[in-house]
């Protein structure tokens, strides 16, 4: 079992099958990405 970590939150975002168990990160968060396009339309 492979779990995707968002790098910002460290909340999980999805998990996917894998042979062992994985962890990635991304920056690709569904709860994050709302914050970051509210403080970009900021700047």
């Known amino acids: ?3 995707i ?3 910002t939150c460290n909340g999980v975002v ?3 099958e894998d042979e062992k168990v994985t962890t990635l990160y ?3 968060c569904p709860n994050c990405s709302k914050d970051q396009k509210i403080k970009k339309k900021h700047r």
């Open 26 to 28: 991304s920056n690709h």
């Open 14 to 16: 999805t998990y996917f």
């Open 5 to 7: 970590v968002c790098q």
């Open 1 to 3: 079992m492979g779990i």
